[in-house]
């Protein structure tokens, strides 16, 4: 008999969720990695979980997952002993239905159970795909320095100067902290474990960062919501590369190694490995 | 879910039936004799795709507020003054410090008025293509509706603080300073832990305007106080707003000093009459690099999150608190034990 947790994979579109399922569906079925979880049986679209695996395995980017082919995906997982096998139920969400959460205020009576029941939320961002809030006051004096003819042309008489308010278009780091508190207060759980996977992890690399200090440093109203929030949120910032690199000008080097499992990078507190299992061995922890 | 994965199984202890893995081992749950799906009806779908609200993010009602008052001890704050004082700007240079990082010693910890701060927000946001930074009037409206904000201290072991902000429009003001029965309509302010009343620092900048704008904000309190709205429950603050515009005055001396005399006359004349009086100079938004973004705010919020009667007890003595200048000020005027 096998334990069984419900796990929600939440984030907004272009956070990384598929290509992540892609490469731990991977790692767990492929047994390349000695210490990470391995697969022992997957129920649910196997279709769409080889169509994303096959693309990863070719260093192809994923094809967005839309609203209309949202699946659950149901792993049974073995873990060392003495820990019995565990059934991960995900939910392959749309980053777009997260939107949807945000912008229309309600969720489906579907979702809502899979919220009831979690166990723990794994969240992403993605460093290149943030909405930041930029003040016009502090962009305007940096505007002032700049040569003449670097500054932006000034607006033609005509221009309508009102741009109403768009809440699609709101800072990331608010539309989290909203998914993170609506989440908070439907789950059942007392105390929520959060895995925060901060995506293309090799593109902070250069930054000298960790995981932590880079949600601090771009999205601090999330890293003060989670900070604030303990003990009913426990959280954990992973940073992940699940493809290894940019696939377009890293692809041959990428697909030169020779498990796949190995192009992976997962970092968290100063510790590298490639064990994208990580997160969810922390969230069952 | 697929609707092969979905079903029964006829042998005893098999977990297919709870959404577990097939006791015999098959893969596709179909190849096993066992095993019977279950057909998902449309109404089953349908309810599956049933929508269920949640919390709305705009401002909130009173209804909204009487769960969070019940469970929490949230602190109401009254932002009293005329149009364009800067009322509404203060509370969303508030929320914009925070998208920056912890402020004040406090940390962010969750609003369910987010639509309603991003939305006030928009107007000095690049996204909104405007070349100068804006706050869109508050519209005329007789319901009282507030923004919630959840704040925690950074001293370890503290809880966490509710605010419960009002963001009124001035004309509402300017009325019940004019009228008892306009001001009585503001029931928020008997249950206000603090009001803040603003003194638009453009005006004090301006000769022409100084005087009449301090007996306006003379006037507005002296209508709290005869309708008996605020009393020795409640902390009044003076708010010297747009102080950048104060400190690039052409005589700033004189709008120093008549700052200094206006703050003192409300003081005396008001000092008994509430539970507290204190003066703060802001610059929630400044129009120049002359005082930073948010300048006093600290100040401001600090006081809000360490200091309410309602919350401490019964009514103490009226007390007379102006704004201390240095911690040493601060330490003598703490009551003695």
Redesign the interface.
């Known amino acids: ?2 334990d ?1 947790r419900h796990f929600l994979v939440v984030g907004l579109p272009g956070a990384g969720k598929t290509t992540y399922l892609a490469a731990f569906w991977h790692v767990a079925e492929s047994g390349e990695l000695p210490e990470s979880m391995r697969l ?6 196997r279709e769409h979980l080889h169509e994303i695996r096959s693309l990863w395995l070719q260093c192809k980017p994923p094809v967005r997952t839309v609203t209309t082919a949202e ?2 995906i ?1 792993m ?1 997982l073995v873990r060392q002993s003495p820990h019995p096998p565990l ?1 991960v ?1 995900f939910p392959d969400m749309s980053g777009e239905s997260f939107r949807q ?2 912008c ?7 979702y ?1 159970k899979l919220v009831g029941r979690t166990s723990g939320v794994l969240l992403f961002v993605h460093p290149d795909n943030l909405t930041e ?9 940096v505007m002032q320095e700049l040569p003449a003819d670097q500054r932006a042309a000034p ?1 033609p008489v005509d221009k309508d ?1 009102d ?5 699609g ?3 990331t ?2 539309i989290l ?2 998914t993170l ?2 989440i908070m ?2 789950a059942e759980q007392t105390n929520l474990r959060t895995a925060i996977v901060v995506s293309a992890w090799d593109l902070v690399d250069p930054e000298n960062l960790e995981p932590d200090q880079w949600l ?1 440093r771009r999205l ?2 999330l890293q ?2 989670l ?3 303990q003990p009913t949120v426990t959280h954990r910032v992973f940073g992940i590369s699940a493809q290894g690199g940019d696939f377009e000008t890293d692809g041959e080097r990428l697909l030169r190694i020779g498990e796949p499992s190995r192009r992976i990078r997962v970092r968290v507190d100063g510790v590298e490995s490639n064990d994208i299992t990580e997160p969810l061995r922390w969230l069952i922890a | ?2 609707e092969d ?1 979905i079903g029964t199984c006829s042998l005893d202890g098999c ?1 297919v039936g ?5 006791q015999q ?1 098959h ?1 596709t ?1 179909g190849e096993c004799p066992h095993f019977q799906p279950t057909e998902l009806t449309a109404l089953e779908e349908e ?11 705009a401002e909130l009602s009173e209804t909204d507020t009487a769960p969070i008052m019940r469970s929490t001890l949230a602190r109401i704050l009254v932002m009293a003054g005329p149009a364009d004082s800067g009322k509404t700007t203060i509370l969303t240079s508030l929320y ?1 410090l ?5 402020f004040a010693e406090l ?6 008025s ?2 309603a701060f ?2 006030r ?2 107007m ?10 804006e706050t869109e009037r508050t519209k005329l409206s007789y319901d009282i509706e507030y923004l919630h904000l ?3 201290p950074m001293a370890e072991g503290s809880r ?1 603080l509710v605010f419960l902000m009002t963001d009124l429009p001035g004309e509402r003001f300017r009325l019940a300073r004019d009228s008892e029965e306009e001001c009585k309509k503001l029931s928020v302010l008997k249950r206000a832990d603090h009001v803040a009343v603003l003194l638009d620092g453009q005006k004090l900048a301006d000769l022409r305007t100084r005087t009449q704008a301090f007996q306006d904000t003379r006037a507005l309190i002296r209508s709290f106080v005869d309708a008996e709205m605020i009393d020795h429950r409640t902390m009044l603050q003076i708010v010297f707003s747009k102080w950048d515009l104060v400190e690039n005055a052409t005589e700033i001396d004189d709008v120093k000093k008549f700052v200094d005399s206006s703050e003192k006359k409300l003081t005396n004349e008001f000092g008994d009459r509430v539970g507290d009086v204190s003066a703060f100079r802001i610059a929630a ?2 129009e120049t ?1 002359v005082l930073p ?1 948010g300048f006093g705010l600290d100040g401001l919020l600090s006081h809000w999150a360490s200091h309410s009667l309602i919350l401490a007890g019964p009514r103490p003595s009226g007390r007379v608190t102006r704004q201390a200048r240095s911690e040493f000020e601060r330490f003598l005027s703490r009551p003695v034990a």
């Open positions: 008999m096998s069984e022992a049986q997957v129920t649910g679209d699946k659950t149901s049974l059934t139920c959460h945000w229309e205020r309600s969720w489906t009576a579907g809502d809030p930029h003040r016009i006051d502090a962009v305007e004096p607006a100067p741009l109403p308010w768009d809440v278009e709101s800072p780091q608010v902290v909203d508190q609506s207060e439907r601090a601090p109203l003060q919501f900070e604030s929030n | 879910m697929p994965t977990p709870e959404g577990g893995a097939c081992g893969e749950l309810e599956s795709e049933r929508r269920i609200p949640i919390h709305s993010a914009e925070f998208q920056a990082g912890p940390q962010f910890g969750g609003s369910r987010l639509h991003e939305r927000c928009h000095s946001r690049i996204a909104s293509e405007r070349d100068a930074p959840r704040l925690r966490a938004r400044p690099t973004f």
